[in-house]
């Protein structure tokens, strides 16, 4: 909340990529025990995750992260915060 | 360390573990051949694979396949047993010598975070990278030497699908049994467990150290999947191949059946001679031989109907499957992630209701337990295949693809799901009702099906069929039978309306009645409890007794005992009773009591009396003439 508070500018979000658009993860805004799992599977920060294929009726969607493909609902995607094209630099 | 001599030598134990996808299995398949089985240790709620492996000096090691895990932090049931047994800390399970860890080669950077946690144990590890052939053949490499050096390790790099490095797996094994292996301090220092991307960061390090090239992208599977996710092709082809595959579960496995049954029939009284005429030679015929014969008929389409669901589960399909099914789950209360328990439901809610162990969410886990019997087993389907057989004739349904039976069975199949989603959707908006569980689903690359693997699956299926028909199947027929021949009329056996199986099934013929079953239904309804294809056993040995299918076979004497609508009513209720001990039993043991497999078989029963009614009521009245 606080977060949101001092910088105005919307957050992008795994969710608004398109089909094949890389976007690097900064954090992920989702209570612990799912973060983890997140983790394991390869949604870290400073990651690349570039969105494939869907299944028919566009969700969920098939993300490329770290060596592998997972599957992931729209509405967990939407908690997967990128970072700002101009900002930091991707490790 | 323990002690090299011991009095009594206890078997060397052998732990495989690794992220799932990683090829444990394949590697357990290979190392123990046709020497595994399916272990229940008691008092556990798991149930794993353990097996015996040979060395090449004819000494033995008990190999264990743990649950496949992404780390050690206990989160779900998988993670938490893997745990225990690799502390030693489950009851009734020895703590393990040595472990195998297996990872997948071509996804090293992630995998090798698994070997922190594994490595800290102290215990002797093999770190093996599978799938050396797909590195290979994509342009990966890695310096294994610099691995070993860098971990502190054994590392061997196999193909554990192809044979190839399994040798040195072998080495291993005999080194650790024999005492010699010893293990080297690591040079890179392990990462703090429970921080992830620390584990991660490590991980890259130890990569990097060991010169570890990733390898290009999959590009077949980027192919099929362009494909078989495809919005429209892809379903289709998933309905076509599922019709091709009842339908040769129909005409293809046809002609093996009758020749199996033509030469049960013809050799039951060769198998008859070997006693004298009288009391015993019956029960040896009618009891034994032709109720198990009649079961046993049916064993090559239930392999045909194991080995479409063995591609499905080895080639990764079944990943997508669950991608695709994940929307409709959802809208039911269940994630995608119930749906790959509910496909192997289809060959037996035993093991399904093992595989649940991988939901994280406890609600929506139990609701996965609680409707996984509704899906339709290989038990249910010779009794499919002997009532549609009888029923209903077979013309085309679909052009030439499916004939009006595979499409009944095909119905029969489709209504066990509905019913199963139905119950869901029911458990979920009521007393398990909970938030919704995100899905997050790793999808491995495809892979060919091995035949080993295959043939395997095959193997171990039949040798489970041929149990049942030897013991619960076989007890029951030699039950009945007792039953159908007392109480002794002048020492001659009574008319089989008259015997004491007689008389249970006319006691309960007022019930069922208005199913549109008598009392020889009833009597069938009632050894099926144990065991669904309990009642064809039960059905040959009545008719056999009664003498009326000397000639005409089972088919036809069912023709003549059932009307139209009691046939559908039969097929309804076996779609949805919960006619199964063993499931009963492993439902009360994965639940913690008997409170959930009662209200489930109450739940099942009536459902399976109440539709069944309403059946034979409709189809008597004549709607569809």
Same mark, same amino acid.
């Given at each position: 909340m606080l977060q949101m508070s001092v910088s105005s500018v919307p957050v992008r979000t795994l969710a608004q990529l398109k089909e094949g658009e890389p976007g690097t993860l900064d954090r992920l805004d989702l209570p612990e025990d799912i973060a983890q799992r997140l983790m394991e599977l @390869?949604?870290?920060? @400073?990651h690349i995750v570039v969105p494939a294929r869907s299944a028919p009726g566009g969700e969920p969607r098939v993300y490329r992260v770290d060596g592998s493909e997972v599957a992931l609902r729209r509405e967990t995607a939407a908690h997967l915060i990128l970072r700002s094209r101009d900002g930091n630099e991707p490790k | 360390m323990p002690p090299k001599f011991q009095t009594a030598p206890r078997p060397h134990v052998v732990a495989i573990i690794g992220p799932p996808n990683s090829g444990k299995s394949t590697l357990f398949n290979r190392l123990t051949g046709l020497r595994q089985k399916v272990a229940n240790f008691p008092g556990v709620t798991v149930e794993q694979h353990v097996g015996r492996a040979k060395m090449d000096d004819h000494s033995e090691v008990i190999l264990v396949d743990l649950p496949g895990v992404y780390s050690l932090n206990p989160r779900s049931e998988d993670e938490q047993v893997t745990r225990d047994v690799l502390n030693g800390q489950m009851k009734d399970v020895p703590k393990p010598d040595s472990v195998l860890l297996i990872l997948d080669s071509t996804n090293l950077g992630r995998h090798l975070m698994l070997a922190a946690p594994i490595l800290s144990l102290k215990l002797p590890t093999l770190v093996i990278l599978n799938m050396a052939d797909d590195l290979r053949n994509r342009g990966g490499q890695v310096d294994t030497a610099e691995l070993a050096g860098q971990l502190g390790a054994p590392v061997a790099l196999i193909s554990a699908a192809k044979g190839e490095g399994i040798d040195k797996v072998i080495q291993f094994m005999k080194g650790t049994a024999a005492g010699t292996s010893s293990l080297a301090p690591p040079k890179v220092e392990l990462p703090v467990l429970q921080d992830i991307p620390r584990c991660r960061q490590w991980a890259h390090q130890v990569g990097l150290g060991a010169a570890y090239q990733a390898p290009t992208p999959p590009l077949w599977t980027r192919r099929l999947d362009s494909v078989f996710l495809h919005p429209i092709a892809g379903p289709l082809i998933f309905l076509i191949v599922v019709g091709a595959v009842f339908q040769t579960i129909f005409r293809g496995a046809k002609p093996l059946m009758d020749e199996l049954q033509a030469f049960i029939h013809s050799s039951g009284p060769w198998v008859g001679s070997a006693l004298p005429p009288g009391i015993f030679r019956s029960l040896l015929i009618d009891g034994i031989w032709n109720g198990v014969g009649n079961v046993i008929v049916f064993l090559p389409q239930i392999l045909l109907l194991f080995l479409f669901i063995g591609i499905l589960e080895d080639s990764g399909y079944l990943a997508r499957a669950a991608l695709i099914a994940d929307r409709t789950m959802a809208k039911f209360g269940l994630q995608g992630k119930s749906f790959i328990p509910l496909i192997s439901a289809y060959a037996c809610a035993v093991p399904a209701i093992m595989a649940t162990r991988t939901i994280e969410s406890k609600r929506d886990r139990l609701a996965t337990i609680l409707i996984a019997p509704l899906m339709t087993c290989s038990a249910r389907l010779p009794v499919y295949l002997l009532v549609i057989g009888a029923f209903i004739k077979d013309r085309p349904f679909l052009g030439p693809l499916l004939g009006t039976q595979a499409a009944a069975l095909l119905g029969l199949y489709a209504l066990g799901f509905i019913a199963a989603i139905l119950t869901a959707r029911l458990l979920k908006s009521s007393i398990l009702k909970s938030e919704r569980t995100p899905f997050m689903l790793e999808m491995p690359p495809y892979r060919m099906p091995t035949l080993r693997s295959l043939g395997l699956r095959l193997f171990e299926r039949s040798k489970v069929f041929l149990r049942r028909a030897g013991t619960v199947i076989l007890t029951t027929a030699v039950i009945l039978w007792i039953l159908a021949n007392l109480p002794l009329h002048n020492g001659q056996p009574p008319d089989i309306a008259d015997s004491y199986a007689g008389m249970v099934g006319h006691a309960i013929e007022p019930v069922i009645k208005p199913l549109g079953f008598n009392w020889k239904i009833g009597i069938g309804l009632l050894t099926s409890m144990a065991a669904r294809e309990t009642i064809i056993s039960t059905l040959g040995t009545i008719y056999k007794m009664e003498g009326s %299918?000397? %000639?005409?076979?089972l088919r036809q004497a069912l023709q003549n005992d059932l009307t139209p609508g009691g046939a559908v009513a039969l097929l309804i209720f076996f779609a949805f009773a919960m006619q199964c001990m063993s499931t009963i039993a492993v439902v009360r043991r994965e639940t913690g009591g008997w409170k959930w497999p009662a209200i489930q078989f109450a739940y099942m029963t009536l459902l399976a009396f109440v539709c069944a009614l309403i059946t034979n009521q409709v189809v008597r009245s004549g709607l569809f003439t």
């Open positions: @390869g949604f870290l920060p @400073g | %299918s000397e %000639s005409v076979g």
